[in-house]
């Protein structure tokens, strides 16, 4: 069954955050084992960005995609769904709608995930600098990447 792409909508936003926990505690957060208790609160919001798209087959969500300007703020991919191209889908989505318009697609990737720096790698993105963000108020060291497009 293939892979369907659309809009997220404000009623999507419990399947975005399961999501998003799993997807971290199965990466990163198998590292950074204080992030569970902020991700399960549910006070604790998604990221705001400019748009999000969703990957789903079968009318179930397998991941997202967040977009703000022309950086990919988010890429989260159920873990059952990992491995099956579902983020090359989504990721492919991102290059097509803003690639061309910006010139280029940035995003960040912690230190901690290598697996999504593997990714990255794998389609093209290249590392920018190294910088400290804040995540949920704590410092990490995060490669900001980046893919130039021609505009």
């Given at each position: 069954m293939s892979i369907e792409l659309?809009?997220?909508l404000p009623g999507d936003d419990a399947r975005l955050r399961e999501i998003y926990l799993a997807a971290t505690m199965s990466?990163?957060?198998?590292?950074?084992?204080?992030?569970?208790a902020i991700?399960?609160?549910?006070?604790?919001?998604?990221?705001?960005?400019?748009?999000?798209?969703?990957a789903e087959r079968a009318k179930t969500a397998l991941g997202y995609a967040a977009v703000t300007g022309s950086h990919?703020?988010?890429?989260?991919?159920?873990?059952?769904?990992?491995?099956?191209?579902?983020?090359a889908v989504l990721l492919a989505e991102?290059?097509?709608?803003?690639g061309a318009r910006f010139g280029v697609v940035t995003l960040r990737c912690l230190h901690a995930n290598r697996d999504a720096r593997r990714f990255y790698d794998r389609?093209?993105?290249?590392?920018?600098?190294?910088?400290?963000?804040?995540?949920?108020?704590?410092?990490?060291e995060a490669w900001l990447m980046e893919k130039p497009f021609a505009r």
């Open positions: 659309r809009a997220a990466s990163y957060g198998r590292e950074l084992t204080w992030l569970e991700l399960r609160d549910p006070a604790t919001p998604l990221e705001p960005a400019d748009w999000t798209v969703i990919l703020e988010n890429l989260y991919i159920d873990p059952p769904a990992q491995g099956q191209g579902v983020g991102v290059e097509a709608r803003i389609h093209g993105y290249a590392v920018r600098e190294t910088q400290t963000i804040l995540l949920h108020g704590r410092p990490l």
